[in-house]
């Protein structure tokens, strides 16, 4: 049983039911929508196909909404128009047919937030541009550095320009109303540069009373520079590697990503990385051996999951490549470096005796061996404080709130089970080992740790740990 999770984005190739019921059985914890690509309507019938699959094979599974955020882009360009270094070229926020001459930016506002000086990027970092002049009007005039062919609607990366847009779109707020209504269990928040647009989807969310998580996705420079406080205000993070790469230079990325990893577990809250970790299986079934490298070293770093984008949603491969992917993610979680990370309790902490508890329920179980960690929760508080200790056992939870359950998805290490019969804590902790030994995943002789609170009947913070051996 892997305990990193796989995150695949679903697309063309993935959207029919057999395909998905076929991914979801070789590995996939969480199913990404891209709201990018496809309309509202299409994509809330995609989340009702993952549900049907989910409830056809009693299986659980994550939904993560991915918002598209402020995605700026140039217009529609003539066929065949080639800048070269030098060549001076004009952005103009009044829509018009593009040339290598002038072309149309969707960002109104471009020409204000701009400074002579600052860099342009196209399609994907693949053409550079300097800006020489803008009138804070309409137009931006702006030199080529880095040349190369010009091509209709690419993305527009502005790495020194602090970009006035909201990080929430009227059709991000349309979409994510379309999301929560039919019941995702994540929200990803695009292109995020501060904890106050957190702040601003959090209050949507509870406005419309869900239970959904977020998941900031970290690919501006701003959003590197203030990565503590969105990681305080956050459920999840994300370290999108496409945009960031573009955004930063290339050889900060590798050390952006184990920053980010390292204080995201610290402070017990998911990390996924993300962008071109099988790219070479869009159009291959085997990866490249730089690719399983870097899956590897993701999962040994402690990342909570690691994301397939095009190889799933538009390759031709999607379940060989969850199947390779599980593979890799296997073997690399045999190192020992993923063992025990997190920080240590502190006296100051909102719920210090649970934290201390969930600590040294992952130390003991290290310590003697345990076959698995067995943890009740209502709200997921508990497993996700042991899953950020990275214990070597299994980490079973038992919850009566069927909300969390694939919400659960996401934590590395971590497997969701209903259990509503909270009687007495003796009583509980007898079915949920028979209820484990009855799925083969525990067997007597075993060791295991159980944690409760007490009374059971309360649900309240975790305040009980026992070691219990199997058939003793």
Same mark, same amino acid.
């Given at each position: 049983?892997?305990?990193?999770?796989?995150?695949?984005?679903?697309?063309?190739?993935?959207?029919?039911?057999?395909?998905?019921?076929?991914?979801?059985?070789?590995?996939?914890?969480?199913?990404?929508?891209?709201?990018?690509?496809?309309?509202?309507?299409?994509?809330?019938?995609?989340?009702?196909?993952?549900?049907?699959?989910?409830?056809?094979?009693?299986?659980?599974?994550?939904?993560?909404?991915?918002?598209?955020?402020?995605?700026?882009?140039?217009?529609?360009?003539?066929?065949?128009?080639?800048?070269?270094?030098?060549?001076?070229?004009?952005?103009?926020?009044?829509?018009?047919?593009?040339?290598?001459?002038?072309?149309?930016?969707?960002?109104?506002?471009?020409?204000?937030?701009?400074?002579?000086?600052?860099?342009?990027?196209?399609?994907?970092?693949?053409?550079?541009?300097?800006?020489?002049?803008?009138?804070?009007?309409?137009?931006?005039?702006?030199?080529?550095?880095?040349?190369?062919?010009?091509?209709?609607?690419?993305?527009?990366?502005?790495?020194?320009?602090?970009?006035?847009?909201?990080?929430?779109?009227?059709?991000?707020?349309?979409?994510?109303?379309?999301?929560?209504?039919?019941?995702?269990?994540?929200?990803?928040?695009?292109?995020?540069?501060?904890?106050?647009?957190?702040?601003?989807?959090?209050?949507?969310?509870?406005?419309?009373?869900?239970?959904?998580?977020?998941?900031?996705?970290?690919?501006?420079?701003?959003?590197?520079?203030?990565?503590?406080?969105?990681?305080?205000?956050?459920?999840?993070?994300?370290?999108?590697?496409?945009?960031?790469?573009?955004?930063?230079?290339?050889?900060?990325?590798?050390?952006?990503?184990?920053?980010?990893?390292?204080?995201?577990?610290?402070?017990?809250?998911?990390?996924?990385?993300?962008?071109?970790?099988?790219?070479?299986?869009?159009?291959?079934?085997?990866?490249?051996?730089?690719?399983?490298?870097?899956?590897?070293?993701?999962?040994?770093?402690?990342?909570?999951?690691?994301?397939?984008?095009?190889?799933?949603?538009?390759?031709?491969?999607?379940?060989?490549?969850?199947?390779?992917?599980?593979?890799?993610?296997?073997?690399?979680? #045999?190192? %020992?470096?993923? =063992?025990? /990370?997190?920080?240590?309790?502190?006296?100051?902490?909102? @719920?210090?005796?649970? &934290?201390? +508890?969930?600590?040294?329920?992952?130390?003991?179980?290290?310590?003697?061996?345990?076959?698995?960690?067995?943890?009740?929760?209502?709200?997921?508080?508990?497993?996700? #404080?042991? %899953?950020?200790? =990275?214990? /070597?056992?299994?980490?079973?939870?038992?919850?009566?709130? @069927?909300?969390?359950? &694939?919400? +659960?998805?996401?934590?590395?290490?971590?497997?969701?089970?209903?259990?509503?019969?909270?009687?007495?804590?003796?009583?509980?902790?007898?079915?949920?080992?028979?209820? #484990?030994? %009855?799925?083969?995943?525990?067997?007597?002789?075993?060791?295991?740790?159980?944690?409760?609170?007490?009374?059971?009947?309360?649900?309240?913070?975790?305040?009980?740990?026992?070691?219990?051996?199997?058939?003793?």
């Amino acid at each position: 049983m892997k305990r990193t999770k796989i995150v695949a984005t679903l697309g063309p190739s993935s959207i029919k039911s057999r395909v998905l019921e076929k991914m979801l059985y070789q590995g996939v914890n969480v199913f990404r929508v891209n709201f990018s690509h496809g309309s509202a309507e299409e994509n809330r019938k995609t989340i009702l196909k993952i549900q049907a699959i989910l409830k056809k094979t009693k299986r659980h599974a994550a939904i993560l909404a991915d918002l598209q955020g402020p995605k700026l882009r140039i217009g529609t360009v003539e066929e065949g128009a080639f800048l070269d270094p030098g060549d001076l070229m004009t952005f103009t926020n009044k829509p018009c047919s593009g040339t290598k001459e002038k072309v149309f930016m969707t960002y109104d506002s471009f020409p204000k937030d701009v400074k002579v000086g600052e860099m342009i990027l196209l399609d994907d970092g693949k053409l550079l541009m300097r800006v020489v002049s803008t009138n804070s009007k309409n137009e931006v005039i702006a030199e080529t550095i880095q040349g190369g062919p010009l091509k209709s609607n690419k993305g527009v990366n502005l790495p020194n320009t602090r970009v006035s847009l909201p990080c929430l779109t009227d059709k991000d707020i349309y979409d994510l109303n379309i999301a929560l209504d039919a019941g995702v269990d994540w929200v990803g928040l695009s292109f995020v540069r501060g904890k106050q647009d957190i702040k601003n989807l959090r209050k949507i969310i509870n406005e419309k009373k869900s239970g959904a998580g977020i998941v900031a996705k970290i690919e501006k420079p701003e959003a590197v520079s203030d990565i503590d406080a969105i990681l305080d205000e956050t459920d999840a993070v994300m370290v999108a590697r496409g945009d960031l790469g573009v955004e930063v230079p290339m050889e900060s990325v590798p050390l952006i990503q184990k920053m980010i990893i390292s204080k995201a577990i610290s402070r017990a809250k998911p990390v996924i990385v993300a962008t071109q970790m099988m790219e070479s299986m869009i159009n291959s079934l085997t990866p490249s051996r730089a690719e399983v490298n870097d899956v590897s070293c993701a999962v040994i770093d402690g990342a909570d999951a690691v994301m397939l984008s095009a190889e799933t949603s538009v390759g031709q491969y999607p379940v060989e490549v969850v199947e390779a992917m599980s593979k890799i993610v296997k073997a690399s979680e #045999l190192s %020992s470096v993923t =063992r025990i /990370k997190g920080r240590k309790p502190q006296p100051e902490d909102k @719920r210090f005796v649970s &934290n201390a +508890l969930c600590y040294q329920a992952a130390k003991t179980a290290n310590l003697v061996e345990a076959r698995s960690i067995c943890a009740l929760t209502f709200s997921g508080y508990s497993a996700k #404080l042991i %899953s950020s200790f =990275r214990p /070597k056992s299994n980490v079973y939870v038992f919850t009566s709130n @069927r909300s969390i359950l &694939n919400k +659960l998805c996401l934590f590395w290490g971590v497997t969701g089970f209903y259990y509503n019969s909270m009687e007495s804590t003796d009583q509980t902790f007898v079915e949920i080992s028979k209820m #484990l030994k %009855s799925l083969s995943l525990i067997e007597d002789g075993d060791t295991i740790i159980q944690l409760a609170s007490m009374p059971i009947k309360k649900r309240g913070m975790t305040n009980t740990m026992r070691i219990k051996q199997i058939g003793a």
